[in-house]
């Protein structure tokens, strides 16, 4: 408890200007890009509502401006194709950019009734600009008139782009509207939330798909002096007692580029899912990955071109094998059986640990049944069955497939005697 309270502190200190020097940020965080981010104290106005009042503070960005390797204005070329296959909602194909909504909440708990969205992030696009809206509330009193703003403004947007929104930040505003009174006025709107893309896309070279994680392995951007969100809660008590800006400060500068990391993510992904060719891919896994994703939607004319990408510039042993096994099957399905052979034939005459057990087998039951060649294909499972006798005793699996192939080997032998199979 001392640790963390300690490490808590230091944070503060610097949210108030203290030890700058020793943490100052590094030479591609994006304070240095927008004075707005390194602000000692943030600069909010007052609003006023039916309900009472809260205070917001609102950012704008150029459309030219870029975000670690990612400008936004990729945001303005995309098409809604990409979101749409990203998030699966047909409905959000033919949103215009201006009607979308980047949503980021901070919040004193993790969840439950008696958790509070005391910041409220909102990212849009109007006349040529990104902005970003901070909606915080100074007190647990002023709930209402947030919301009661929120809602207002949220009567215009079409749909939401979120990360875990899905599980963490719709959830708690609705039940916050439904404890307050109000319907939520993001009930049914399409919804994409980039973690479970964000996944699928990068989760075999980057690992963890936390936000700052691929922020700063995907984006380029690393924080420095960024607040951790398991201590936003205590910073925001504090500020309760207190009543200092400058201690929430660090707060609605993570907030900020959190919405920021949001956006580049998401004109990111939506331009590999777009144009895979065109995005100078230049990782294996990432292009196996996206071929995953087009074999998922059904989409095999484009998933092709991935998984050859994808061997081409390398893959780990793992990812290899699945990748030609996959790309063979849809040569195999969509009728071009010759080029599913020519991979099976290329993976048998392979050696050590890319000897490929599945193309052992699709060979073998491509000479049996489409060739007719029971020698060649007798051959073929005498080479697996030669492989796997020594290994099968210590592993299950292989026990399973060495009695696959031996029973294949038995059903050749019949029918290359002409005798019939039972």
Not at 302 to 307: A, D, F, R, V, W
Request: proline fraction near 6%; hydrophobic fraction near 35%.
């Amino acid at each position: 408890m001392s640790s963390n309270w300690e490490r808590t502190r230091r944070l503060l200190d610097m949210g108030q200007g203290k030890n700058r020097e020793a943490t100052g940020p590094s030479p591609c965080d994006p304070s240095l890009t927008h004075p707005g981010l390194r602000e000692s104290a943030p600069q909010l106005a007052e609003q006023r509502t039916s309900a009472g009042s809260f205070l917001v503070r609102e950012l704008q960005f150029p459309s030219s401006y870029v975000h670690g390797n990612t400008p936004l204005e990729w945001l303005l070329s995309v098409k809604g194709e990409g979101r749409a296959l990203l998030g699966r909602d047909p409905r959000l194909k033919e949103l215009p950019l201006s009607s979308l909504l980047f949503l980021d909440l901070e919040t004193t708990g993790l969840g439950g009734t008696g958790t509070y969205a005391f910041l409220v992030g909102l990212g849009f696009y109007r006349a040529d600009r990104f902005y970003i809206r901070q909606y915080f509330m100074r007190d647990f009193s002023e709930e209402r008139a947030l919301l009661y703003a929120l809602r207002d403004f949220l009567s215009e947007i079409q749909g939401v782009v979120s990360y875990n929104g899905k599980m963490f930040d719709l959830p708690l505003l609705s039940d916050r509207f439904i404890l307050n009174r109000m319907r939520s006025p993001l009930e049914d709107l399409p919804h994409l939330d980039l973690l479970f893309p964000a996944r699928r896309l990068w989760r075999e070279r980057i690992g963890p798909c936390s936000l700052v994680h691929l922020e700063e392995n995907l984006l380029g951007v690393r924080r420095m002096g960024d607040v951790p969100g398991e201590l936003i809660p205590s910073f925001y008590f504090r500020y309760l007692q207190r009543k200092d800006p400058a201690i929430v400060q660090p707060i609605f500068a993570h907030n900020a580029r959190d919405l920021l990391a949001l956006m580049a993510l998401k004109a990111r992904a939506c331009c590999l899912i777009e144009d895979p060719q065109g995005c100078a891919i230049h990782h294996g896994e990432d292009y196996y990955c996206l071929g995953r994703i087009f074999e998922d939607l059904g989409h095999w004319d484009k998933s092709i071109p991935c998984y050859e990408g994808a061997l081409d510039r390398g893959l780990p042993p793992h990812l290899w094998g699945e990748a030609r096994r996959r790309l063979s099957l849809i040569h195999k399905r969509s009728g071009d059986r010759p080029r599913a052979v020519q991979i099976w034939q290329n993976s048998v005459a392979q050696d050590g640990s890319r000897f490929d057990f599945f193309s052992c087998e699709e060979l073998a039951k491509h000479k049996e049944h489409q060739e007719k060649d029971y020698e060649g294909a007798i051959l073929i499972v005498e080479r697996a069955i030669e492989r796997l006798e020594p290994r099968a005793p210590s592993s299950p699996v292989e026990r399973i497939l060495l009695g696959r192939f031996q029973h294949r080997l038995r059903r050749l032998q019949h029918k290359l005697r002409g005798e019939r199979w039972y």
